[in-house]
Nanobody, 124 residues
Framework: QVQLVESGGGLVQAGGSLRLSCAAS????????MGWFRQAPGKEREFVAA????????YYADSVKGRFTIARDNVKSTVYLQMNSLKPEDTADYYC?????????????????WGQGTQVTVSS
């Protein structure tokens, strides 16, 4: 069992930055492939970014590529999402998720554990 707790969300103006954190506990963090997803009001959940077990590979949705950076610290059992140049369309609840061996890291169905989410609001 893995517990995930996100933090760092908030209200920011367009063009601003936020850094989300997701602290994991309960199992060996480095055993899990980690992802960030988001869900805007009235929309389906969508993939944002993912990072491999050691952190040497990262993956991004086209909509955030070049603006967002995912990173992890296996000593601190934490995964981060640095979000720069934020846009109003980035407004959503952001969730981190953990998967043992995802075949398709863009699919939320591949992830075994989820955090409770943190809200990000970008004003225009």
């Amino acid at each position: 069992q893995v517990q995930l707790v996100e933090s760092g969300g908030g209200l920011v103006q367009a063009g601003g930055s936020l850094r989300l954190s997701c602290a994991a506990s309960g199992h060996t963090f480095s055993s899990y492939f980690m992802g960030w997803f988001r869900q805007a009001p009235g929309k389906e959940r969508e993939f944002v970014a993912a990072i491999s077990w050691s952190g040497d590979s990262t993956y991004y949705a086209d909509s955030v590529k070049g603006r967002f950076t995912i990173a992890r610290d296996n000593v601190k059992s934490t995964v981060y999402l640095q979000m720069n140049s934020l846009k109003p369309e980035d407004t959503a609840d952001y969730y981190c998720a953990a998967a043992r061996r995802p075949r398709r890291w863009v699919s939320g169905n591949e992830y075994d554990y989820w955090g409770q989410g943190t809200q990000v609001t970008v004003s225009s």
